[in-house]
């Protein structure tokens, strides 16, 4: 309704004057929704929050990465975990790649996984330098992040990794490489 006032041909404008209800209150309201879905625990409002936000034109989309980049600074560690999967669902890797340097081991993991869907090889360096946190939670997931992207590369760097579980990883993405790579013969 935001850029076409009319309903089954009716100008709707007056009516919704005449309410005494601004359109930019209403749209106001939706947008927050929008965004307590997005940062919410429920994955499957997340999801919908993030399906809604892909779909909306460029400049509003630009308006929520915003928002959303900011809670990556928020005090609490569920919204920052939950921001950065929200922008891996809306993709935006410079964030992302900041976020892999937050303080907590689950937002540094988020971000790996974000990134992971994001899938954009912008995220490689990010991601590379991620096999090297302290936490074998988020080497793992960055490992399987790489996998997702293809870098063989950081891959084989990761089969080098001390603990057996980033190893394994790193090895089943890169099977999925070869098999992927064989199945279509490039």
Same mark, same amino acid.
């Given at each position: 309704?935001?850029?076409? #006032?009319?309903?089954?041909?009716?100008? /709707?404008? #007056?009516?919704?004057?005449?309410?005494?209800?601004?359109?930019?209150?209403?749209?106001?309201?939706?947008? $927050?929704?929008?965004?307590?879905? @997005?940062? !919410?625990?429920?994955?499957?409002?997340?999801?919908?929050?993030?399906?809604?936000?892909? *779909?909306? #034109?460029? !400049?509003?989309?630009?308006?929520?990465?915003? /928002?959303? /980049?900011? *809670?990556? =600074?928020?005090?609490?560690?569920?919204?920052?975990?939950?921001?950065?999967?929200?922008?891996?669902? /809306?993709?935006?890797? +410079?964030?992302?790649?900041?976020?892999?340097?937050?303080?907590?081991? $689950?937002?540094?993991?988020?971000?790996? =996984?974000?990134? %992971?869907?994001?899938?954009?090889?912008?995220?490689?360096?990010?991601?590379? $330098?991620?096999?090297?946190? $302290?936490?074998?939670?988020?080497?793992?997931?960055?490992?399987?992040?790489? %996998?997702?992207? %293809?870098?063989? +590369?950081?891959?084989?760097?990761?089969?080098?990794?001390?603990?057996?579980?980033?190893?394994?990883?790193?090895?089943?993405? @890169?099977? =999925?490489?070869?098999? =992927?790579? +064989?199945?279509?013969?490039?």
């Amino acid at each position: 309704m935001r850029d076409e #006032p009319f309903v089954c041909g009716i100008d /709707i404008e #007056p009516y919704i004057y005449l309410s005494g209800t601004e359109t930019s209150q209403e749209i106001t309201v939706s947008d $927050e929704s929008v965004l307590d879905e @997005l940062l !919410s625990g429920d994955y499957l409002k997340r999801w919908h929050a993030a399906d809604a936000i892909n *779909k909306m #034109p460029d !400049s509003e989309k630009q308006q929520f990465l915003n /928002i959303v /980049i900011s *809670k990556l =600074k928020n005090e609490d560690v569920a919204v920052r975990r939950n921001a950065a999967w929200a922008l891996g669902r /809306i993709g935006d890797v +410079d964030a992302l790649t900041e976020a892999l340097k937050d303080e907590t081991v $689950e937002v540094r993991r988020a971000a790996a =996984k974000a990134l %992971g869907a994001v899938g954009d090889v912008g995220a490689v360096g990010a991601l590379t $330098e991620a096999l090297k946190d $302290e936490n074998v939670e988020v080497r793992r997931t960055a490992a399987k992040a790489l %996998g997702v992207i %293809g870098d063989v +590369d950081a891959l084989t760097e990761a089969l080098k990794d001390e603990t057996v579980y980033v190893r394994r990883t790193a090895a089943k993405a @890169l099977e =999925k490489i070869k098999a =992927k790579h +064989d199945y279509t013969g490039t």
